[in-house]
């Protein structure tokens, strides 16, 4: 039996998954879990990669412990962070979070070198602050991209850690709005124009390229060899291989962030499409005409300040119990990253909730109309008819948040509470292994 392991790493949680082939199906096995989070150094928010790779050789080890050798292994992670090293290939400072703010000083100057309108015909990446062009020109900024010799995305610097091998992956680098829609390629002309070094920004490898094999230490610590593959290293990229859909419906990768897109065979970047500000990112012989909606992001902040100790199921219990029927636009970026949740949803309403069920109701049916927004917006923008919605991801397991979503939508939801970045992660590293037979 061959065996293949997926690193699947979120904003506030990881998992290792083991996968085989057994009857012509993708079997999985959860072998190791542990728990994320953006951390505050100094008045950043920044991720502690360190203790992020100490987990990915933990997770490593347990696969052993529990009798698996994967003959390969990928590693899939969230978007737009990345890792600047120096020319000892040792990280240049902090690997800065996304929910940091220290984009909002320059994004003005980004758009005075060139337009958002040019930035978007050329990319066809939608607006954030955190987009990583922007964070980029900050590192610019402040000169700590001079001192660098390397730039590597967050999954494109774990892999590097394990073999020693710099790749950078095609699905994750369209998420720096630095890649061009058509050629798919990094876009030269925007590199010089804002002034980053060429060097940094090598050839794009397609999923399922090999990176490498583990290096000799990792291999005698965790007691085998194996050979790290890519997977779609941008997760939601290996959500949608994940998501086992014979027509081609909308999804709905629903974690941290809700992505709510479909696959198309060419991008999208008119300017209804810039407007509604819907993204055109790598996907595997397609692009994933997608959008980012503020997701579990906000019901696990509300949790975390309200009831960190209560259950999830009570939680919704009460939401469905309330009658509070107001809702926000869940993409304002008082969302993005608040001192205070609760406070950000006061301040958004004229009628506050006056219970723990109303501010979770209130959350839920803001996801359901922000959701109805975007579908609405794909309709219009592809042209497309649908009447089903796909839902994956841990959002997935939360049917009163389902059948809002279908009400208020006026589509049928299919949810597969599935681990869909893993499986399709793993789908890529079994059809690679099979070209090697």
Not at 1 to 12: F, Q, T, V, W
Not at 194 to 220: C, D, H, M, W, Y
Request: with cysteine; aromatic share 10%; charged share 25%.
């Amino acid at each position: 039996m061959k065996y293949y392991l997926a690193i699947d790493i979120g904003a506030s949680s990881g998992r290792h998954i083991v996968g085989w082939e057994e009857s012509g199906e993708i079997k999985t096995e959860e072998v190791y879990r542990f728990k994320n989070g953006v951390e505050s150094k100094d008045g950043r928010l920044v991720w502690d990669t360190q203790r992020l790779f100490k987990e990915v050789v933990n997770g490593l080890k347990a696969a052993r412990e529990k009798g698996y050798t994967p003959a390969s292994i990928g590693i899939d992670t969230w978007a737009v962070d990345y890792a600047l090293l120096d020319g000892a290939d040792k990280l240049i400072g902090e690997v800065f979070a996304y929910r940091d703010g220290r984009t909002e000083s320059v994004i003005d100057g980004v758009h005075r070198i060139i337009s958002f309108d040019q930035l978007y015909k050329s990319t066809g990446i939608q607006f954030q602050p955190f987009n990583t062009a922007y964070q980029l020109y900050a590192d610019k900024f402040s000169g700590k991209l001079d001192k660098a010799e390397s730039f590597l995305m967050l999954p494109d610097y774990l892999n590097f850690l394990l073999t020693g091998v710099k790749k950078q992956e095609y699905t994750n680098a369209t998420s720096t709005g630095l890649v061009n829609a058509e050629t798919c390629d990094w876009d030269g002309n925007m590199l010089d124009l804002l002034g980053f070094n060429r060097k940094l920004f090598k050839e794009l490898s397609p999923p399922q390229t090999v990176v490498g094999g583990l290096k000799k230490v990792i291999a005698e610590e965790i007691g085998f060899s194996s050979t790290v593959v890519l997977p779609a290293t941008h997760d939601t990229a290996s959500a949608v291989e994940g998501i086992p859909m014979t027509e081609n419906s909308p999804y709905i990768s629903s974690g941290t962030w809700s992505l709510l897109g479909i696959k198309l065979p060419q991008a999208i970047t008119d300017e209804n499409s810039r407007k509604a500000n819907y993204s055109n990112e790598g996907g595997i012989g397609y692009y994933r005409y997608q959008k980012n909606i503020m997701g579990m992001w906000v019901v696990n902040r509300l949790r975390d300040e309200l009831c960190p100790e209560k259950p999830f199921p009570e939680i919704v219990k009460e939401a469905e119990e309330s009658a509070f029927d107001n809702y926000v636009d869940v993409n304002g970026k008082e969302f993005l990253a608040p001192e205070s949740m609760k406070r950000a949803f006061d301040n958004a309403l004229k009628l506050k909730p006056q219970s723990i069920g109303d501010y979770f109701r209130c959350a839920y049916l803001s996801l359901a109309h922000g959701y109805k927004t975007a579908l609405k917006e794909l309709k219009e923008n592809t042209g497309l008819k649908f009447e089903k919605l796909y839902i994956v991801g841990g959002g997935a397991k939360n049917k009163f948040l389902n059948r809002l979503t279908e009400e208020i939508c006026k589509v049928k939801v299919t949810a597969l509470p599935i681990e869909a970045s893993a499986l399709g992660n793993i789908k890529q590293q079994i059809l690679r292994g099979k070209q090697n037979v």
